[in-house]
């Protein structure tokens, strides 16, 4: 304790700590005994202090009081309520020691997981799956350094001061912004970091702030596409700057384009408003490079830190189906249940509806019908509402696009997350086909699909027999009731 208490110096402004021994300021070699000449900040080249009760005698009295004082309260409540903690050992060894002592009162740790890959290898499609299956948010330095800075939080002062003067923000502060993100409710069962760390320092300054809440990184995706591939994927990609639209020259042509001679701007069009679209400068062969270089001379110390036990490569080269269904084997231990999908049809008259009823009441699942969703949609003004109101404003047709679209921002409330009931959707091909590809972005399908079968003359007589009363919606049957 001496050895620990005595060697710390504190910089008074900003209150960073130091050790002469564990972590002394880059002012200290050791050659001669610690003093403020030589103890000085790493940041300011400021003088460094000792606390006045930091010193060999300040302690022992401390220590004195410390152990008379505590004896008689570990004494009334014994052996079976007191457990003694070697504190004289690894971090990590004393974590493990006074977990096992709090096994009964701890909750879950969180899980931690960690995306890699090269630009073009998927990981953003599979971001999205991963965050649908286990409920992590996925965090990116950037995202939260723009959230930090915006908020005008202490680290993103921080962060703000170092940009404005051209500086790089240090791992401290990113490591700051990040202990701040994960603190928030969102992340209290787990959370995702997308592209950190991106150094081996940054790695072990992560390890450690994690180890002081007894967490640790529990899984390393690593996605492998070889570079050659990576090349075709990235600079094949065309944009359309105001909507952000994408589109490949392979894989996802605009219809401007043939094939039968090079993609440029004036054959490289957008299917919606026939502007020209454009290339990212970083989108080229010469760049990819340079940024595949810097990828793997990153990550290989930073895999290699986790380890086997703890990284799974995934080889983002395969049929989209295929990557998902590794990523989910590799996520396995972190995956919530997937949602059910069920749907519903019949005709009119095939009693879909009463048995719809009974079907929401026994699964708790919702029904939702394109009518209902639209409807909604266009009433809460939400971006795709939007879109569905001008159509069906100028007389048009509300395209698969605008249905898929609501239903996917329907399917993302909460009483969806468990499963959901679609009633009489999707009413084409086209739109199963759309449905399907939504579905698998977030690893799930349709489960079942009912058909209520009703021959032709029994439903004309079920409907043809009905009648109403207009005030009241009381309805009658010529022969049924």
């Known amino acids: 304790l001496e050895e620990r208490i005595c060697g710390r110096w504190m910089h008074k402004a900003s209150g960073r700590s130091y050790h002469v021994k564990f972590k002394p300021p880059r002012s200290y070699d050791g050659s001669s005994p610690a003093s403020a000449s030589n103890m000085l900040d790493d940041e300011t080249g400021e003088a460094l202090y000792q606390r006045g009760d930091d010193t060999a005698e300040a302690l022992k009295k401390?220590?004195?009081?410390?152990?008379?004082?505590?004896?008689p309260i570990l004494n009334h409540y014994g052996p079976n309520v007191c457990t003694q903690v070697n504190g004289n050992q690894a971090m990590q060894v004393v974590c493990d020691e006074v977990a096992r002592a709090l096994a009964q009162y701890y909750r879950p740790a969180r899980k931690v997981i960690m995306l890699f890959g090269p630009p073009g290898a998927g990981k953003g499609t599979q971001a999205e799956i991963i965050v649908a299956r286990t409920g992590y948010p996925q965090l990116s330095t950037g995202d939260m350094l723009r959230e930090a800075v915006a908020a005008g939080?202490?680290?993103?002062?921080?962060?703000?001061?170092?940009?404005?003067?051209?500086?790089?923000?240090s791992d401290e502060i990113v490591?700051?912004?990040?202990?701040?993100?994960?603190?928030?409710?969102?992340c209290k069962v787990g959370f995702i970091l997308d592209g950190f760390p991106r150094t081996l320092a940054q790695a072990k300054a992560l390890d450690e702030m994690l180890a002081k809440t007894g967490e640790k990184v529990n899984r390393v995706l690593e996605f492998a596409v070889p570079d050659e591939v990576l090349e075709e994927r990235i600079c094949g990609r065309w944009m359309h700057k105001a909507s952000g639209r994408s589109y490949h020259v392979k894989f996802k042509p605009p219809r401007s384009y043939d094939g039968s001679s090079p993609a440029s701007v004036s054959n490289m069009l957008d299917d919606e408003t026939g502007e020209p679209l454009y290339q990212r400068g970083d989108d080229t062969a010469?760049?990819?490079?340079k940024r595949l270089a810097g990828y793997h001379g990153d990550t290989v110390p930073i895999l290699n830190h986790y380890g086997p036990n703890v990284c799974a490569k995934v080889d983002g080269n395969q049929e989209l189906s295929k990557v998902s269904q590794d990523v989910g084997n590799a996520l396995a231990a972190f995956y919530r249940p997937a949602r059910n999908v069920l749907m519903l049809f019949g005709p009119p008259g095939a009693g879909k509806g009463t048995q719809a009823e009974i079907i929401v009441a026994r699964t708790g699942y919702p029904q939702l019908s394109t009518g209902d969703m639209l409807r909604e949609a266009v009433a809460a003004g939400t971006e795709v509402g939007k879109k569905a109101k001008a159509v069906m404003e100028s007389g048009g047709l509300v395209s698969d696009e605008i249905v898929i679209g609501i239903i996917r921002d329907r399917i993302a409330e909460e009483d969806c997350k468990v499963g959901f009931i679609l009633d009489g959707f999707p009413r084409t091909l086209a739109q199963a086909k759309a449905l399907d590809e939504m579905l698998a972005r977030t690893g799930e399908k349709v489960n079942k699909v009912l058909e209520f079968?009703?021959?032709?003359d029994v439903l004309e007589e079920r409907i043809c027999g009905r009648w109403m009363h207009k005030a009241s919606g009381r309805s009658y049957h010529v022969k049924f009731k």
């Open 62 to 71: 401390r220590l004195a009081g410390y152990h008379g004082d505590t004896v």
């Open 153 to 169: 939080t202490a680290v993103g002062k921080k962060a703000k001061a170092v940009m404005e003067s051209g500086g790089l923000v």
């Open 175 to 186: 490591i700051g912004i990040i202990r701040d993100r994960i603190a928030e409710d969102d």
């Open 286 to 289: 010469e760049a990819l490079k």
């Open 453 to 456: 079968a009703v021959p032709d």
